[in-house]
């Protein structure tokens, strides 16, 4: 390792519980990477999921995944795909809908992404998987200043701000957490409905 190049094994990347059973490695963040987005996600046992269901429609990004370990059941609009250790995955169309869950255990998938001719900027969820991290020990300070970071880099994004709500209401802060709530809801409507099924926001449920 120099100032010039840096070297680290996978399994030496925190393991972020994010999305369910999502097991998310920070890769990028660890890194520094600036010129594309790189994440591994770790599944234990089979049926685990590997790659979050969703698509690239908006962020526009093609991307392409490596099974590093294990093996990976894909399922691609549909269609099924069986991964081992050492398959590649390019996705090319951004709408495709990707899911993947380990089919063996101790199964991980490194994850490449970025929008073909434009220059690569970070994607505000990795704030938001990134503050999950203080749950274990429970920690609703630090997760806000890691969120405070996250509003001034994307003012006015949807899942920052209800990412914002939730920890505020966490720390006890109802006030400021419906506040942020409300502005997500504006922003993207759906948060609404998150919001009555969401156990972090409990303690302003009442305000609905």
Known sequence: MSDRWTSLRVDELPSIKVAGDLRWKPVRRTLGIEAFGM??????????????????????????YVVLSGRASFELDGETLDAPAGTIVFLRDPSVRR??????????????????????TPSAW?????????????????????????????PDHAGVLYSTACWEAMAGR????WTSLQRAIELDPRSRE??????DLATIHDRF
């Open 194 to 199: 998150w919001a009555l099924k969401d156990e």
């Open 39 to 64: 994440n591994a996600y770790t599944g234990e046992k089979p049926g685990d999921d590997v790659v979050e269901r969703h698509s690239e429609e908006t962020l526009r990004h093609e991307e392409v």
């Open 126 to 154: 990795e704030w938001y998987f990134e503050a999950e991290r203080f749950r274990d020990p429970f920690d609703p300070e630090a997760a806000l200043r890691l969120m405070d970071e996250a509003n001034q880099r994307f």
């Open 174 to 177: 109802p006030d400021d957490a």
């Open 99 to 120: 899911y993947a869950t380990a089919a063996e255990p101790e199964t991980t998938v490194l994850a490449v992404g970025g929008k073909p001719g434009e220059a690569y």
